[in-house]
Structures are given as structure tokens and as C-alpha cells.
């Protein structure tokens, strides 16, 4: 993956996630995938798609926007099309749905010890 591109860490994205801020989220996985677990407040459409569904999320155009696949590389070439079609702040969820949920289990079980 190419690093130059910002990421935003699991953890500081479940912080922005209990905030009371507003977050764009979008979910660039296949539909069953995203069937099997998503966000609640995550947009879908699948990475095949975007280009043809950017309209849906026009007015973000000016938002910071943090995309995610499973586990990071959907969401870089996602990152990557939306910064070239004028989208101004594209963060990718490092390590994608795969890292949120593992940091999920294991702030679960530090709460249960």
C-alpha cells in the first residue's frame, strides 16, 4: 500500500465514532460482505461502482471522508479515485473492517477483565 496516502488508525476512528461530530463513512465492499456486517452509519457501494455512484455522495465533496473494505486495499484504490475526482480529505481506515473489528473484540474483553 502506498503510504503517502493519510490513514486513520482503528482507534482514533472509534474515538470519532463515539463523538457527537458527524462522520462520513463509506463502505466499498461487495454487498455480501457488507450484508454480513456493516456500520450503521456507513454509505454502500462497492468499489466497482464508485465511480458511477459518486453522485450519491456529492455533497461530501468538502467533507473528510474515511473509507473501508475488509482490510485496506479496496479502500486505498477508493481513497485514490475519490481524491483524483475532487473529493478534498480521504482518510482510509487502516488494516479496514477486519482491524475495527479485532480492536472491537479486545476492547470487549480488556472491559470484561
Partial sequence: MNNQLPCIE?????????????????????????????LPEAKHIPLPELLFRLDEINTWRD?????????????????????????QTVLNLQGGIEALMDYMMSQKDQEAQ
Fill in 63 to 87: 467533507k473528510e471522508v474515511i473509507v473501508h473494505c475488509r482490510s485496506g486495499m479496496r479502500g486505498y484504490q477508493a481513497q485514490k479515485l475519490l481524491l483524483q475526482c475532487g473529493f
Fill in 10 to 38: 482503528v482507534d482514533e476512528f472509534c474515538r470519532r465514532r463515539q463523538s457527537q461530530s458527524p462522520l462520513y463513512v463509506l463502505d466499498v465492499r461487495e454487498r455480501w460482505e457488507y450484508e454480513e456486517y456493516h
